[in-house]
């Protein structure tokens, strides 16, 4: 059968291929080019032999009448194989006006004309590159002449919806007080809030981000993001959200780390305040660089000198000596220079109990967030912070729940709840 096949593809195309001769790249590209006109009338065809969306005669209407049949009316879809004309069933209630495509919600179709299969091509590319670049590469890799403005439509009108069911299901298990079935059993798991700004029409703005991670039995690491543009409070409920899944009640050993940062540790207490709270080697480590800079400046080598003694003692979680030799310090100062040292010793008492590197150390525990200053860069700013960037709050915030989904590897089951119809 796949011989008969071959030689009739063969017999059709046979002036394309012998043009290509034997390079491999010109037949690929005439393959290809044959394949998608293949594809083209076969999924037209596919297409005209349904019923597309014929109920019968009339349909109940929401207002208590019913929506007449009026007949098929066209509409051009692009395709990852290019343009097809679907005529679909078309019903109108004379009552209330209303009208129905029954066929555009069952086969996923959304207002911007492309099918469900470029459209999700477009998403999978955006949740890497501009807009325009993702058009640019669309054509490039199906042929497929996609303007960066529809791409940017169906990314956002995509997100929103990922928005949408996220706050659907946080509202559905706040009311019913359930909590979420863990996918995973780990024995210790990460928990890292952090936030990093984002360019929008009125200004600069935090997007939060969360990081979970963990390793299974065979050591293998796995993790899980979190993003949003909420206010702390709703971002922590996605969070611990998230940590259920990842195994939050099931753990023997859960870590959270963060930056010590007044919301950060409003989310710990309220939502994780038995795991075990360390505020990350890097912000702590910079907070005692920040302080040397500011009494000796930057780059120099007094500064160098400086920092060595009060980094020693805070890696070996001696927080006490170390605010007594701040203590000192601060007398040695005045104006700008002493309030670094204030601003540091304050810093060092507000979170001395999560400073205790030393024991941190011999449980094994990570001491640093490098994970989620990983995931800032990762997850925020490799898409949303690229040069000439300015973003809505609608479309900064679709873009980046398309992203995080992509990165989640829940990219199946979105696309199953056919979101271009929702």
Known sequence: MDSIIFDQFQACFAQELDLAGQDLGALESAVTAKMRQLGQGLLARLVSRGDNGYKGSSLACDCGGSMRFVGHRPRDIQTVFGWITVNRAYYHCRECGRSCVPYDDASGLGPEGISPGLARACCTVAADDSFSQTARKIEELLGQNVSDKTVERVVHRVGSVVIRQEARQMESLLEHRRTPEAVMKPQRLYICPDGTVVHEKDGWHEAKVGCIYWEDEQFERGQRYIGCFDNSDVFGKHLWLE????????????????????????????????????????????????????????????TETWVVKPLNLLWEGWTRKLLRFLERQRGKYRGCKRDAIETLYRYI????????????????????????????????????????????????SATLAVRVTWLNKDWDKLWSTKPLAA
Do not use: P
Not at 260 to 280: L, M, Q
Not at 374 to 383: E, L, S
């Open 243 to 302: 940590a259920c899944r990842c195994g939050l009640r099931e753990a023997s050993q859960v870590v959270y780390i963060g930056d010590g940062a007044g919301w950060v540790r409003s989310i710990h207490n309220k939502r994780f305040s038995k795991a075990v709270f360390i505020v990350d080697w890097y912000h702590a480590s910079e907070h005692v660089w920040n302080c040397g800079r500011a009494l000796f400046g930057e780059g120099t080598r007094a």
């Open 349 to 396: 008492s507000t979170n001395e109990q999560q400073m205790r590197y030393d024991v941190f150390r011999a449980r094994g525990y990570e001491i640093g967030s490098g994970a989620v200053e990983g995931a800032c860069k990762h997850v925020v700013a490799k898409r949303l912070k690229q040069s000439g960037m300015i973003w809505t709050r609608a479309g900064s």
